[in-house]
């Protein structure tokens, strides 16, 4: 059985990467890394863990354990600087290898590390062992546009998140005092997630982020100009894709349904005034847009079954 560690598993991402490990059939869990919870239990995450997962160690040291592969769940600078250990896969969830441009990369976060392979496993799977996770917002886009490439060169992407993409740290814009009751864009015009976009697509995009009051999900709804049968075309790329599901002509895709899950819905309309077609993507953005995607991805560097403990079946309320 394949060995695996997670560093920085305090967080949201981390914490739901290692809820999947755990459900693994084959995986098996190594090492928890944490450097504010090294030498504790793994309960002191969540009560829920007692007993059924290792003790915290440092970051350090779980880079160390040998694991057959190792789950970045750290931030982008902390990425950036990781020494990847020789022979075991990577997969990075921060932006830090994302952008292929040294240039954008830099611009958009600060540092210019290189890129890793870019994964999301029905569009563009990954090559070799140090794998860049994409970005929530980029997942659920990329999920609707990217097999329309070819048929349009340029899209309008309204998207909307819950509070847990910000990530567990605390800040004065995810108060539940002004999230609560609440819709705001933010980053108007000059989101990270753009440029990804926009590199996987080979055309630039116009991409507006919310906030959304939940917790969980994200909700993607793309604009473009084609003469395409869009419907068939998306039908055809995921057709054999378990983790994506292209709904009838009379269903929207709903955040209820992918909250908790590491599927992807997606809706395919038309504005019968202005003849836009309209793609939405619904998914979860600590699901099929972080942890999720991460699991497949390192079942596919793994030679694993693709989707070997994630969460894809059931009718939750």
């Known amino acids: 059985m394949a060995t695996a560690a997670i560093i920085g598993t305090g967080g949201y991402v981390g914490q739901e990467t290692l809820d999947r490990v755990l459900a693994h059939p084959e995986l098996e869990l190594s090492a928890l890394g944490s450097d504010t919870l090294a030498g504790q239990d ?154 990804e976009i926009a590199q996987q697509l080979g055309f630039a995009v116009c991409f507006v982020p919310h906030l959304l009051p939940v917790r969980r999900g994200l909700l993607a709804t793309c604009y473009i100009q084609t003469s395409a049968d869009v419907r068939e075309l998306l039908e055809t790329a995921y057709a054999d894709c378990p983790a994506v599901r292209v709904l009838g002509e009379d269903v929207t895709p709903e955040l209820s349904r992918v909250q908790g899950t590491d599927a992807a819905e997606l809706g395919v309309f038309t504005d019968g005034a202005t003849g836009t077609t309209i793609v939405i993507c619904a998914l979860d953005n600590l699901g099929k847009g972080a942890a999720g995607q991460a699991v497949q991805n390192a079942n596919l560097a793994l030679d694993l079954e693709p989707t070997a403990g994630l969460r894809l079946t059931g009718v939750l309320v």
């Open 42 to 195: 793994a309960a002191r995450l969540d009560p829920r863990l007692d007993g059924s997962a290792p003790a915290f160690v440092t970051n350090a040291e779980a880079r160390s354990s040998g694991a057959d592969v190792l789950f970045l769940c750290l931030s982008t600078a902390q990425a950036a600087a990781f020494d990847p250990p020789a022979g075991a896969v990577v997969v990075d969830l921060s932006g830090a290898h994302r952008l292929t441009d040294p240039a954008l990369a830099v611009a958009w976060y600060d540092t210019a590390p290189g890129a890793w392979s870019y994964g999301l496993p029905e569009l563009y799977p990954p090559s070799g062992r140090l794998i860049a996770n994409p970005g929530c917002y980029a997942t659920a886009a990329l999920l609707a546009l990217g097999p329309l490439a070819g048929v349009t060169e340029s899209a309008v992407i309204d998207a909307k998140s819950g509070v847990s993409g910000a990530g567990k740290s605390l800040s004065a814009s995810s108060h539940a005092g002004v999230v609560l009751e609440n819709l705001s864009p933010y980053s108007v015009g000059a989101h990270r997630h753009a440029p």
